[in-house]
């Protein structure tokens, strides 16, 4: 059994008690795609079987967020569930807020929270911040591709935020209060896309069983958005044992199929072809 399921985290839902019941229901081993903090709803792609493979062609992946940041507060977490400490700052006005968000759009550089998985000579940043030990985490680059401020209830704002992976959007509540000289924390996140996966078409893990499992289960290949590969029956003797072939295909990432069935992923690389993959 391979492929994907694609759950509607519930907040407050760890993601490895998601996979945990993924999992248990499929009898395969699980992995997500690019965790969700427990306080985070939303998209949460499970791979199953060989499709846990796949994890570094999603790194990069588009995500959509609406965010909800509260300003004039502060927290040790950057976010609702650590230390939040009130009255700190100003409340600023919608039309400073929007005065700013350009600064926040591209390529940017980001201070990860302490309160990460960040590695940080070999213990984890959350590990370090709840012992105390004082440290800094280099900035890193993210790319934003948009962000627009879409509503406001007293001292809290949504944001509908589209970015590129790895980028913590904890970290961007901080970076655009500081910029008007105050504090804000995140209050509240819902991952509404990544890469193909959305909230329109998540399950929530509550509504699956060892009935329905299967019908949920999205096709490995479905989510590769390459080009196909048929070798005829002489180079697939090769490469389906390791070997390379030459191909006049343009360089790129592709999907290759064996006896016209999904294998896995195949690259071209100066007219090159080799198999990198396997995922069925």
Sequence with gaps: MTGFI?????AGASSAKEVSKIKKLTGVPCGHMGTLDPMASGVLPVALGNAARLFDYFLDKHKKYTAVFRFGVDSDTLDSTGNV????????????????LHNFKGEI???PPKYSAKNVCGKRGY??????????????????????????ANDCFTFEIECGGGTYIRSLARDIARSLGTCA???????????IFTIENSVKSEDLSYENIKNHIIPTESVLPYGEIFPDKKDSHKLFNGLSVYS?????????????AFYGI??????ILKVRTKLC
């Excluded at 100003?90 to 005065?99: G, L, Q, R």
């Excluded at 924390?185 to 890469?195: D, E, P």
């Excluded at 006049?248 to 016209?260: C, L, N, T, V």
């Design 6 to 10: 694609n759950i509607n985290k519930a």
């Design 109 to 111: 550089l980001q201070v």
């Design 248 to 260: 006049e295909k343009p360089d790129g990432i592709y999907k290759i199929y064996k006896d016209g």
């Design 266 to 271: 195949a690259e071209v690389k100066q007219s």
């Design 85 to 100: 400490m009130e009255n700190v700052g100003t409340v600023p006005a919608i039309d400073e807020i929007n005065a700013v």
């Design 127 to 152: 590990q370090l911040a709840r012992a105390g030990v004082e440290f800094e985490l280099a900035p890193k680059k993210v790319s934003i591709y948009s962000i627009e401020l879409t509503e406001k």
């Design 185 to 195: 924390v995140m209050c509240a996140l819902k991952r509404t896309q990544s890469g």
